[in-house]
């Protein structure tokens, strides 16, 4: 007996050290693969924005200039949270933008905060190093021994209106992603770039209420500088031009001033040029300045009609898409312009000049055409005439390209000049506001980079955050109050009834 019991203790003792052992094993395997886990979700991790406006996703073009840094970049925040000043209204909001920059940027972005009311020795070095006073908020963007000062109020637009009634001001839209953009392109490239735009042929002026505001506001945040160019003044484009904006000029050009355009054009030069359509026949000279890039402007409206019940009307808002895969318009792929009335198609001439290179940019959708018989009549109605008017594809934009090579490695310098059958596309209303179209802006600004040479920072760019704002009718405002007030509150009721009558019977 006393064997046997051994023997049977020396089997469980056995078996209990083979549990353990593979027990044991079991710990360890699954340790490893948590901490494996955890190292891999560490490392390679993302993030996702479920906001409707994206507001916590950095921009296309932010990012790009992230990617874009070769060395440290130093983001220095001189600000006191606890300081009684209207900027401590967007401390929080700066923050979460920091936070994501610091996040896209690693390893190349670092960021420093310094409190002057607790660190006096280091908000001191600071003032001495950068020349600012003690009572200043500022960012301090440090990149390659250059340096640039941002205002933390111009993170922000401010309403002061309340502090009269003894109210704290109120903050209208956070700017902070354009402004940090820009102060980081302005230490990647110290020296701006003129821009200049022609006048005196009824384009637009370079004045406050302009309605290209937000087009030279958004040119300034992309480290340029916009100027006034009147070619009766003076006999050629300046030197300085890194391009020049023909934004829907409604009178021709003179000879002298076509031939100053083509000259700059001939060394290198680039243009903008963005058309009129009700000026188009009165305009030679301007058109052809477009077709020594290869671009030809063809004299119809772009449109299209739809049956209604007693009539067909007629469209002349275009829907487009943007195609190819230029550097211009490869990141907006999948997204659709909107041009305003009126729109007027281009196509590549038969006859392309020497080494020019002619790509298109923007399509109208397949149920528009070219309508080269338009008319202002509504009551005549319009109908699309095969062999007369242009069918799909109705192009709308163009690239031009001369003289130069570029690929993945090198570029070379080269003219370079974009053409588009539409002008309204750029004014406030149709970028901004309750009417605008943000890849209409994206496409300017990725065309201004692509004519400057600076093809990383094409793409989508900061915008201004817009409310939105939910409306309903009296009838919704009705069913809502009826479901939150009666509907769910008494369901709950009588359920709470079933279940007392249930445990009653």
């Avoid at 200043?136 to 021994?145: C, K, M, P």
């Avoid at 301007?286 to 049956?307: E, H, N, S, W, Y």
């Avoid at 509504?378 to 007369?388: K, M, S, T």
Wanted: some cysteine.
């Amino acid at each position: 007996m006393e064997g046997g019991m051994s023997g049977g203790e020396e089997k469980m003792r056995e078996a209990k050290k083979g549990y353990g052992l593979r027990v044991g094993v079991q710990v360890f395997v699954v340790a490893m693969l948590v901490g494996a886990v955890n190292y891999l979700s560490f490392e390679n991790y993302e993030r996702w924005d479920f906001s409707r406006s994206q507001e916590f996703r950095l921009a296309m073009q932010t990012r790009q200039i992230l990617r874009s840094l070769n060395k440290e970049a130093k983001i220095t925040v001189y600000f006191s949270p606890t300081q009684l000043s209207y900027q401590s209204l967007i401390a929080r909001d700066m923050g979460n933008l920091l936070e994501e920059i610091v996040f896209s940027g690693k390893p190349k972005v670092k960021v420093e905060y310094v409190d002057p009311t607790r660190n006096f020795q280091r908000a001191q070095e600071l003032q001495s190093k950068f020349g600012f006073g003690p009572g200043e908020n500022l960012l301090i963007f440090e990149y390659d021994g250059r340096h640039k000062l941002l205002p933390v109020g111009e993170l922000a637009e401010f309403d002061f209106r309340p502090v009269a009634s003894g109210d704290p001001p109120a903050v209208l839209a956070f700017r902070g992603e354009q402004a940090i953009a820009s102060a980081l392109l302005g230490v990647l490239e110290p020296e701006k770039r003129t821009v200049y735009f022609l006048q005196g042929h009824g384009e637009p002026v370079l004045e406050r209420g302009t309605p290209i505001s937000l087009l030279l506001d958004y040119c300034g945040r992309q480290n340029v500088r916009v100027a006034p160019l009147d070619l009766t003044q003076t006999p050629a484009v300046p030197g300085d031009a890194a391009a020049v904006f023909i934004v829907g000029a409604r009178y021709d050009l003179s000879a002298t001033e076509q031939l100053a355009l083509l000259n700059y054009w001939q060394k290198d030069g680039r243009l903008m040029v963005l058309l009129d359509p009700d000026a188009a026949r009165e305009t030679p000279h301007l058109l052809g300045l477009a077709a020594v890039g290869g671009i030809q402007v063809q004299d119809t409206r772009v449109l299209r009609t739809i049956p209604l019940k007693i009539a067909t009307g007629i469209v002349r808002e275009v829907a487009a898409n943007f195609i190819g895969q230029t550097d211009i318009i490869a990141r907006l792929q999948g997204v659709r312009a909107h041009l305003p009335d009126p729109v007027q198609s281009l196509a590549p001439m038969p006859s392309l000049p020497e080494g020019v290179v002619v790509k298109p940019l923007v399509v109208a959708e397949e149920e528009y055409w070219g309508e080269t018989e338009y008319v202002t009549d509504e009551n005549r109605g319009v109908a699309y005439d095969d062999g007369i008017d242009i069918g799909f594809p109705v192009c709308l934009a163009f690239s031009s390209a001369k003289g130069g090579i570029r690929d993945d490695r090198v570029e070379i310098q080269t003219s370079k000049m974009i053409v588009v059958g539409n002008t309204k596309f750029v004014y406030d209303e149709f970028i901004g506001g309750t009417k605008g179209n943000v890849a209409n802006l994206d496409f300017l600004m990725s065309g201004l980079n692509w004519m400057l040479d600076r093809n990383k920072l094409t793409g989508l760019v900061p915008k201004i955050p817009s409310e939105f704002k939910l409306s309903l009718t009296n009838e919704q405002l009705g069913e809502i109050a009826f479901y939150t007030m009666v509907a769910i509150p008494g369901t709950v009721a009588l359920f709470g009834v079933f279940v007392w009558w249930r445990r009653r019977a």
